[in-house]
């Protein structure tokens, strides 16, 4: 089946809004085995969406547009959708009493029948959580969709009607499975190098390697006639990369390393204090995202001044004065104090020069001690990351929540 | 000037990497008058580039294409190219050059002549930070440019070579000068009314109004044939919307909230320690994220268990016991108590139930108490926000710093 999508909307053409419908349609549709083969992006002016709609019917036997179905007059895809397809507009009584009791229930006096015209011989497509519904129709043999541009209406109106529509007229598409594996630690060359030849000659597999700064993300797709036959080999894939990655691999799907590390936790019912230096806040912050980190997020302290290294965290003078904040014996103090001063299990501790300014011949910009003080040991290392500051502060947080992750999972 | 742009990249088409390329250069030709009208994305697949290529050139006077000119065997643009056109592909003496010198800088020796390739009877767009030049040709009266997909390495080629390309042959294409003002602390629908009717009649200026969670971003958009004219008329829109909209305005351009709030502690040379429970070290994640923050960012504490706010803070355990961690007494406790531990000219804290759990009857998720302790008073006020877990934490830092905004400079 040969799909295209449409994005309309003048904000996407002219780049103040960058479309994310396409992608999540495509992403979508590829679960059930579609593929989108184009995609195509006009403003709200109707002649381009007429020409557009015109040109895509007789290479698609499927069109999805996104967009253009609001209530104000700039929005003109119905009537854009009639004229392409020798259509009338008309007033849809069901539709009309949708948006009429939708508005009331938001207090809203401002309903405008604007929304209820649909174009002849189509079918309402339901929009659970707004006004702006949508509709289909086949036109020479070209199932046309009509769905808001709203993501979160767009995606359930897609989900709830628009492939149901289409996994049932398409049965022997086939069935493609996707996992996502994410990496922290290696370069994309040495994933590469691992990964060489993984899949070659298995055609049923396919795996793409995608830098996502810091992070690496493996996709994997497995594809097969049955839905038990793709997932066999799509956990064989995964195994098979797994077992080349190893501990490099710090979650799966769409799991962060912060939700990772707080997994952990929970099951080790461990506690933890974070003292930061050049991060700033950035490591407590992204551990606290995750719900329920209170039970193991005891507190954090950002010492960015020397007077609250010393006060805070206990890091003696002698230290401060003889190697600098930014050494290996601050960040242990720091970690070591911190945790001690909180009563918690560990203890870990950054500190470095972010920049642009602060760097010197000895110690340049991009220069990080990470410390993790814990009742069985504690480790201390230096890092020289590249980069300007946000990149050194990014890098700092992911490598020291990397250490937590490694420490608590023992690898 | 008609102009298309044409996306290509299998990742793009089946949505794992989201394209912000044609959005960036609809953005950037606007600023110079030229308006992007349609924007096609295909994947790595010959024939399809083929076919977009062929089907945009009668309907453009120019095609801006990005992507697939890297050096593996996906990467079939160039290809296609000229196929569409009637080209052959030959290997560019000057371009095998620039690959081998550029490869072996990086000091890699996987230098191929593969992307030396280009249609005959076409240019080379010069390439400063990659491997990946483009090319630009003529085809039936239409301008043709091949850029990388690379972001940065694309947007430096667009402006170096592509645009002042165009420009010369657009002489009078008028101008379009675009300001941003962002805004903080009103709503769409309140935005929406104080600014109604601010440039009806006035068609040299356009306005768009666009939510980016919490904040709200209005562009203004001025014409005019002669630059000067365009700015005069910009001046005097950002004028009208400042004089409408006062101090919600937080910033101008691409300023964010904790730039402009560390531009004012420079000016009034104050100094800043905060103590937060809720939001998790995001605050002080967010100012140190400025470059120089360290003047007058002292410290942070990350409080999230009572004892910590008890032992770091001083906040009397009888307020812990009777009012509650959440509660207008104990968010005053730890402004006024960060700020004597740390000396600092101001002390600010935020305590509160970012959910998912937590909440109560009386103190349910998303009630937050925001204080700030100064030289000259200290103002406490309790919060309902409403969203989840992220969204508290978000609308909970950006309150606290538009709090320190204001404060600052004295609005």
Chains 1, 2 share one sequence.
């Not at 992006?41 to 007789?58: C, F, K, Q, S, Y």
């Not at 190697?323 to 960040?331: F, I, P, Q, Y």
Request: charged fraction near 20%; proline fraction near 4%; include cysteine.
């Amino acid at each position: 089946m040969r799909i295209s999508t449409l994005s309309i909307g003048s904000e996407l053409i002219c780049g103040e809004v960058i479309d994310t419908n396409a992608g999540h349609i495509a992403e979508l549709l590829l679960g059930g085995g579609l593929h989108v083969q184009r995609h195509l992006t006009v403003g709200d002016h109707e002649p381009d969406i007429e020409e557009a709609l015109g040109e895509l019917a007789p290479k698609s036997d499927a069109v999805i547009v996104t967009g253009g179905l609001g209530p104000t007059v700039d929005d003109v895809t119905a009537l854009a959708a009639a004229r392409a397809t020798g259509r009338r507009l008309v007033v849809n009584e069901a539709l009309k009493e949708h948006i009429r009791s939708f508005s009331a229930k938001l207090g809203g006096g401002h309903a405008t029948d604007r929304q209820a015209m649909i174009p002849t011989k189509s079918t309402v497509i339901p929009n659970p959580t707004g006004t702006a519904c949508g509709f289909h129709f086949i036109h020479r043999g070209c199932f046309f969709f009509f769905l808001p541009g709203v993501p979160s209406e767009m995606d359930r109106m897609l989900r709830e009607t628009v492939l149901p529509f289409l996994y049932e007229r398409v049965p022997h598409r086939g069935f493609v499975l996707t996992s996502f594996l994410n990496v922290f630690g290696l370069s994309e060359p040495e994933v590469d190098g691992l990964l060489k030849g993984a899949f070659s000659g298995n055609s049923a597999v396919r795996m793409s390697i995608c830098v996502t700064f810091p992070r690496i993300r493996i996709t994997l797709r497995a594809s097969g006639d049955a839905e038990p036959l793709a997932r066999t080999r799509l956990q064989e894939a995964a195994d098979l990369v797994r077992g080349r990655l190893g501990a490099a691999i710090f979650s799966e799907g769409s799991e962060t390393m912060e939700q990772a590390v707080a997994g952990l936790f929970g099951r080790r019912l461990l506690t933890l204090a974070v003292a930061e230096s050049c991060t700033g806040g950035l490591i407590a912050k992204r551990l606290t995202d995750v719900p329920g980190s209170s039970a193991f997020f005891l507190e954090g302290a950002v010492t960015y001044s020397n007077a609250a290294k010393e006060r805070l965290l206990g890091v003696p003078r002698a230290i401060l004065e003889t190697r600098g904040a930014v050494s290996s014996e601050c960040a242990a103090a720091m970690a070591a104090g911190v945790r001690a001063a909180a009563g918690s299990h560990l203890g870990l501790s950054v500190t470095g020069i972010a920049g642009p300014d602060g760097g010197t011949d000895d110690k340049p910009v991009g220069t990080v001690f990470i410390s993790l003080a814990a009742p069985d040991g504690s480790w201390t290392k230096g890092f020289r990351f590249g980069g300007n500051r946000e990149d050194v502060r990014t890098l700092t947080a992911w490598t020291a929540l990397d250490w937590l992750r490694r420490y608590l999972a023992g690898c």
